[in-house]
């Protein structure tokens, strides 16, 4: 008797550690078992307690190419899933009439937007000869100096550099520590525009790439100067040669008007344009003129379309060039100026 209670005891503790029956045992009982119909089958299942889950029947995918009609679903298309062991339920339901309690809805496809866009006019063309469209005008190029600093850079650049600025307190310290008498303060450089510009545009073959953005230049610097503190001029080559704003023939060699007015001559410094041009200047006359400006008391700044490294060493040393480009920056003119300032003190 205690025999038999103790193996009692061991099988209850057995099916604890295994834990409830599972559909996985169900299914393993009828793949061992193998029973003929479908009734032993759900007597085996009873048996072990587990229900069978009732089969829900699925429309098919019909896909979005279906025209939006009623045989959008095919009658008999949705077939129930196969359960191993059951024979019997792989046979195909009876076709299912639309909007029937199984759908509960009535099933009607769409078609959305508006339908494709209508053909060219060229394919309706039977000529050879396609039409020609006309278009709008070119954009115009973006200036080099563009905005919003393109104003400042150029505000900087026509600049007159002036020593009245903040007092210059290492001067005045220098001064004092050595004994001097200070009869006045001495001041930092500081730029202003009451000097007004003489502005001289290169006419050259070699600048001619250039000539919408010389257009918007002359134009920002008039909205920025008075109308009595800007001359603008031409030239061909070198302003030494003649300047003047009519024909040629009345040209004149350059003369400075007002002393202390800073000369901006935009132009190439004879980089671009044919070797064999006669209006390409050489660099002698281009050192001549540098040094007549500077014996008039006037500053000399050139505005050059092409970087530093295709600018003659020489030129840079008598005068102040300045990178006519968009990449320039307002740090960059106004360092150049300064340092132009200290070499011609």
Same mark, same amino acid.
């Given at each position: !008797?205690?025999?038999? *209670?103790?193996?009692? =005891?061991?099988?209850?503790?057995?099916?604890?550690?295994?834990?409830?029956?599972?559909?996985?045992?169900?299914?393993?009982?009828?793949?061992?078992?193998?029973?003929?119909?479908? +009734? $032993?089958?759900?007597?085996?299942?009873?048996?072990?307690?587990?229900?069978?889950?009732?089969?829900?029947?699925?429309?098919?995918?019909?896909?979005?190419?279906?025209?939006? $009609?009623?045989?959008?679903?095919?009658?008999?298309?949705?077939?129930?899933?196969? *359960? $191993?062991? /059951?024979?019997?339920?792989?046979? /195909?339901?009876?076709?299912?009439?639309?909007?029937?309690? !199984? *759908?509960?809805?009535?099933?009607?496809? $769409?078609?959305?937007?508006?339908? &494709?866009?209508?053909?060219? @006019?060229?394919? /309706?063309?039977?000529?050879?000869?396609? &039409?020609?469209?006309?278009?709008?005008?070119?954009?115009?190029?973006?200036?080099?100096?563009?905005?919003? =600093?393109?104003?400042?850079?150029?505000? *900087?650049?026509?600049?007159?550099?002036?020593?009245?600025? %903040?007092?210059?307190?290492?001067?005045? @310290?220098?001064?004092?520590?050595?004994?001097? #008498?200070?009869?006045?303060?001495?001041?930092?450089?500081?730029?202003?525009?009451?000097?007004?510009?003489?502005?001289?545009? %290169?006419?050259?073959?070699?600048?001619? &790439?250039?000539?919408?953005?010389?257009?918007?230049?002359?134009?920002?610097?008039?909205?920025?100067?008075?109308?009595?503190?800007? %001359?603008?001029?031409?030239?061909?080559?070198?302003?030494?040669?003649?300047?003047?704003?009519?024909?040629?023939?009345?040209?004149?060699?350059? #003369?400075?008007?007002?002393?202390?007015?800073? @000369?901006? #001559? @935009?132009?190439?410094?004879?980089?671009?344009?044919?070797?064999?041009?006669?209006?390409?200047? /050489?660099?002698?006359?281009?050192?001549?003129?540098?040094?007549?400006?500077? +014996?008039?008391?006037?500053?000399?700044?050139?505005?050059?379309?092409?970087?530093?490294?295709?600018?003659?060493? !020489?030129?840079?040393?008598? !005068?102040?060039?300045?990178?006519?480009? +968009?990449?320039?920056?307002?740090?960059?003119?106004?360092?150049?100026?300064? +340092?132009?300032?200290?070499?011609?003190?």
């Amino acid at each position: !008797m205690r025999r038999k *209670t103790s193996t009692t =005891r061991s099988q209850k503790e057995a099916e604890t550690r295994r834990g409830p029956i599972s559909i996985g045992d169900g299914i393993r009982a009828i793949l061992d078992l193998q029973p003929r119909d479908e +009734e $032993t089958a759900d007597a085996i299942r009873t048996l072990l307690g587990i229900d069978r889950e009732p089969i829900t029947l699925s429309l098919p995918n019909v896909g979005p190419w279906k025209p939006s $009609t009623q045989d959008a679903v095919a009658p008999g298309g949705a077939q129930p899933p196969v *359960t $191993t062991g /059951s024979p019997s339920i792989a046979e /195909s339901p009876k076709p299912q009439p639309q909007g029937t309690p !199984m *759908t509960g809805i009535d099933i009607r496809l $769409t078609k959305r937007g508006s339908g &494709p866009p209508p053909p060219p @006019v060229w394919a /309706s063309v039977k000529s050879d000869v396609l &039409p020609v469209t006309t278009r709008g005008k070119a954009p115009p190029p973006a200036p080099l100096f563009g905005p919003p =600093r393109g104003r400042a850079i150029l505000s *900087t650049t026509l600049a007159t550099v002036v020593n009245e600025g %903040d007092i210059d307190l290492d001067r005045v @310290v220098d001064g004092l520590a050595g004994g001097q #008498v200070l009869t006045s303060l001495p001041r930092l450089p500081t730029l202003t525009l009451r000097r007004g510009v003489e502005l001289l545009i %290169d006419r050259g073959s070699g600048i001619d &790439p250039f000539r919408a953005d010389i257009q918007w230049l002359v134009q920002s610097v008039d909205d920025i100067l008075s109308d009595d503190r800007l %001359d603008v001029a031409s030239f061909a080559g070198c302003p030494s040669r003649g300047v003047g704003s009519g024909p040629r023939q009345k040209w004149t060699p350059w #003369v400075s008007k007002r002393p202390g007015t800073p @000369v901006v #001559v @935009v132009t190439d410094l004879g980089i671009g344009g044919l070797a064999t041009d006669r209006d390409r200047a /050489s660099l002698v006359e281009w050192l001549r003129f540098a040094h007549g400006v500077r +014996e008039s008391g006037c500053d000399l700044i050139a505005l050059v379309p092409y970087e530093a490294g295709r600018w003659p060493p !020489m030129l840079s040393r008598v !005068m102040t060039i300045i990178h006519w480009s +968009e990449r320039t920056s307002v740090g960059s003119v106004r360092r150049a100026r300064h +340092e132009a300032h200290a070499r011609f003190q």
